[in-house]
């Protein structure tokens, strides 16, 4: 079941550079509604400022030279199409989803958003900051958020360690975002994802919107990362105690990353079980541990987001979690084998649904690769006990990223966790 | 009837000949009016007692918020010494744009444009 579904996979799969450098995949399942991505290489990690990319991603659905935002959301309206917009590090999403035979109109909106936006100073004061200032401020106040951006920040310092959100101290102007718009969006930045749409027409459609872009002659341009580490401890009330603890690497994903965040993750498979995670046996209650794997183009951040009600809690859970970390090391024989086993689940079942097969197709149509299951799963299998001990071992040699956020005069430091 | 009231200088300068002839005369009158011995241009005399104006007004930059504000003062202050200001401070002919009617434009269309949306029926084809 599995192989069929892959190899359907990978038939319908299939990566097209167009004349001038728009990468286009598109998959086509036979579902009754189509959805087109948009990808640009505008994540957080290009932004020349902090806050211009989040701000760029809220500019996206207004008024452009075709229709204004209210016409826009109108007549997506008329046809039953969801329009949304969303920032990772390393790009911009613009995504709609509607009926079939209605993509000359989406993939025309879209496109026109990255051809012709006004801009409008109007638009920028009553529409674009205020949804800024709110999405910045209730990031600020989820500490699980808000660890994994002082993660980021202390791992990678600049480029993927850019914050998400624009924060109240950097003012971002007009100017910033439409310079960064223009230099964002030329032909070589930007690729189109398509599911329930032949890859064919997708492509004509783009080629036809896209014709006014200038060819690549900006392309987003990044240093390499490098992974730093390092400790910050953040006073907060109001949410839960939460500590991070994280290792990262610079290279593309390990795959005894993926296998070891399935061996760590108390996720359990059996719903309201304990799992069979060394973590979830001897954490105290009313404390949760999670494994969180950020894998981008050029590193990896692997950690595992503990919080809890009680600092004292939080704290027994930390040096439960980097202990079980640290004797992940000698892991072998049939846990190697679960923990195998469950890392290639979550890979191949990511594809059931639209977000995971654009997540997995993001990453490899910039590369240019060829995006197979197949060969994620093959990589994942290949890691023997012996590969695996090497990967871990490397991985937390490096220094750790620690990340403490609620009371700080009770919560651990990261050589009292064990780090 | 809108906020900018009838005109019609649209269709005098869709012609050559009426152009080249009734430019001048306006330019006259505009003089005449006297608003720019008052440091005044054009489009401080703009009823503002209205929502579309009012929503114009706030498309303003800062910078032409403040001026305008500025130039209100000096007006108000001419009207209590009942005598126009010094000839070295009128409003120049070249200075005196219409720096709000575009705004006001785009706000009209924009609450057309509404209208259409809000009663418009669909069919589907």
Redesign the interface.
């Known amino acids: 079941m599995l192989a069929r579904r892959a190899s359907a996979f990978a038939r319908s799969f299939a990566t097209v550079v167009d004349n001038a450098g728009v990468k286009v995949a598109a998959i086509d399942n036979g579902q009754p509604t189509t959805a087109v991505t948009f990808l640009v290489k505008a994540g957080s990690r290009y932004e020349p400022k902090p806050g211009v990319a989040h701000t760029l991603k809220n500019f996206a659905f207004k008024s452009t030279a075709k229709r204004?935002a209210?016409?826009t959301v109108?007549e997506s309206e008329?046809y039953g199409g969801v329009l949304s917009a969303s920032l990772s590090r390393e790009y911009l999403a613009l995504t709609s989803e509607f009926l079939r035979g209605d993509e000359s109109f989406f993939v025309d909106l879209m496109s026109s958003f990255l051809t012709s936006s006004k801009f409008q100073?109007?638009e920028f004061q009553e529409y674009v900051l205020p949804v800024v200032a709110a999405e910045s401020t209730s990031a600020s106040q989820n500490p699980a958020t808000y660890a994994l951006e002082l993660a980021h920040s202390l791992a990678f310092r600049s480029g993927l360690g850019s914050s998400l959100f624009a924060s109240p101290h950097s003012h971002v102007s007009l100017d910033d975002v439409k310079e960064f718009a223009a230099r964002a969006f030329s032909k070589g930045n930007i690729a189109v994802l398509g599911t329930g749409i032949d890859s064919a027409a997708l492509t004509q459609l783009v080629e036809k919107a896209l014709a006014g872009v200038s060819v690549g002659n900006a392309v987003a341009e990044s240093k390499p990362s490098t992974y730093f580490g390092g400790e910050t401890r953040v006073e907060s009330h109001g949410g839960p105690q939460t500590v991070f603890i994280g290792f990262g690497a610079a290279g593309p994903m390990d795959p005894a990353l993926a296998i070891l965040s399935a061996h760590l993750s108390p996720q359990p498979s059996v719903k309201w079980s304990q799992g069979l995670s060394p973590i979830s046996a001897a954490i105290p209650q009313g404390t949760s541990v999670q494994s969180v794997l950020m894998p981008y183009s050029d590193a990896t951040l692997f950690g595992l987001l503990v919080q809890g009600s009680s600092a004292e809690g939080v704290k027994e859970a930390a040096k439960v979690a980097t202990k079980a970390l640290k004797e992940s090391t000698g892991l072998k024989g049939d846990a190697l084998k679960t923990a195998v086993a469950k890392a290639k689940f979550t890979a191949a079942s990511s594809l059931d649904g639209r977000d995971g097969i654009f997540g997995a197709l993001s990453t490899k149509v910039f590369a240019n690769s060829d995006a197979s299951i197949e060969a994620t799963l093959a990589s994942i299998d290949k890691v023997d006990a012996a590969a695996f001990s090497k990967s871990v071992a490397a991985i937390t040699k490096a220094k750790p990223t620690f990340v403490a956020i609620g009371s700080v005069q009770a919560l651990p430091f990261a050589d009292e966790v064990g780090l | 009837m809108n906020v900018l009231g009838p005109s019609l200088a649209p269709y005098i300068r869709s012609s050559r000949t009426l152009k080249k002839y009734v430019t001048p005369i306006a330019h006259w009158y505009a003089d005449l009016m006297g608003y720019r011995k008052m440091g005044l241009k054009y489009d401080d005399l703009q009823v503002e007692e209205s929502p579309q104006v009012q929503r114009a007004l706030g498309r303003l930059t800062p910078r032409e918020t403040y001026d305008r504000s500025f130039r209100f003062k000096i007006a108000s202050d001419c009207d209590l010494h009942h005598k126009p200001l010094p000839k070295e401070q009128w409003s120049k002919p070249e200075d005196d744009k219409r720096y709000l009617q575009p705004h006001i434009l785009n706000v009209l269309k924009e609450e057309e444009e509404r209208f259409t949306w809000d009663t418009m029926t669909v069919q589907r084809k």
């Open positions: 204004s209210l016409g109108r008329l100073r109007h």
